[in-house]
T-cell receptor, first 115, second 111 residues
Framework: GAGVSQSPSNKVTEKGKDVELRCDPI?????LYWYRQSLGQGLEFLIY????????KSGLPSDRFSAERTGGSVSTLTIQRTQQEDSAVYLC?????????????FGPGTRLTVT | SQQGEEDPQALSIQEGENATMNCSYK?????LQWYRQNSGRGLVHLIL?????REKHSGRLRVTLDTSKKSSSLLITASRAADTASYFC???????????FGGGTRLMVKP
């Protein structure tokens, strides 16, 4: 079956511009996660969605970062007024549910470069 | 911030040899997972071990978990050149549903 998909695969943007990154989770997966991976910080959790519950935003590094999940499926991560330190690979993952223990399935990531 | 550290940071072996990677973590967990990453892109789930388990096998992979020492190891037996990748441990806890990742081990298997 189809895995987690992300778009675009690569994005180059100028400092100060806004960007939107998209994630399509595996069908039927109720939990969706965003992580980012950068050279200096490794793999970091950003935000988590579970069904219709309020998202866990505890990992977002600043108020320039936001995310939404429409209809319990597709998610968009938005970074406003991008900075060079936002350059990283942004990874989306989904899992069957939360509250119990399930493996997370990752997408291929979006490589963001802020110039 | 990262939960723990992986050791070694880099490992180079010959095809056919076994590769052992270690992971340490700091807080209480309910599960630990190992992932593989090729070329800095998507992670592939390898194996999940729960906190009440001590050992798990999957094909050529063997994972151990010692919660008293807050450590885990991943053993890849009879390694192949195709096993060349970065390997990450990730912990989950009752405090939240996100995974906290270690820094990874870069494994190179020479043919």
């Amino acid at each position: 079956g189809a895995g987690v998909s992300q778009s675009p695969s690569n994005k180059v943007t100028e400092k100060g511009k806004d960007v939107e990154l998209r994630c399509d989770p595996i069908s039927g997966h109720t939990a969706l996660y965003w992580y980012r991976q950068s050279l200096g910080q490794g793999l970091e959790f950003l935000i988590y969605f579970q069904g219709n519950s309020a998202p866990d935003k505890s990992g977002l590094p600043s108020d320039r970062f936001s995310a939404e999940r429409t209809g319990g499926s597709v998610s968009t991560l938005t970074i406003q007024r991008t900075q060079q330190e936002d350059s990283a690979v942004y990874l989306c993952a989904s899992s069957r549910t939360s509250g119990t223990i399930y493996e997370q399935y990752f997408g291929p990531g979006t490589r963001l470069t802020v110039t | 911030s990262q939960q723990g550290e992986e050791d070694p940071q880099a490992l180079s072996i010959q095809e056919g040899e076994n590769a052992t990677m270690n992971c340490s973590y700091k807080t209480s967990i309910n599960n630990l997972q190992w992932y593989r990453q090729n070329s800095g892109r998507g992670l592939v789930h390898l194996i999940l071990i729960r906190s009440n388990e001590r050992e798990k096998h999957s094909g050529r992979l063997r994972v151990t978990l010692d919660t008293s020492k807050k450590s885990s190891s991943l053993l890849i037996t009879a390694s192949r050149a195709a096993d060349t990748a970065s390997y990450f441990c990730a912990t989950g806890s009752n405090a939240g549903n996100m995974l906290t990742f270690g820094g990874g081990t870069r494994l190179m298997v020479k043919p």
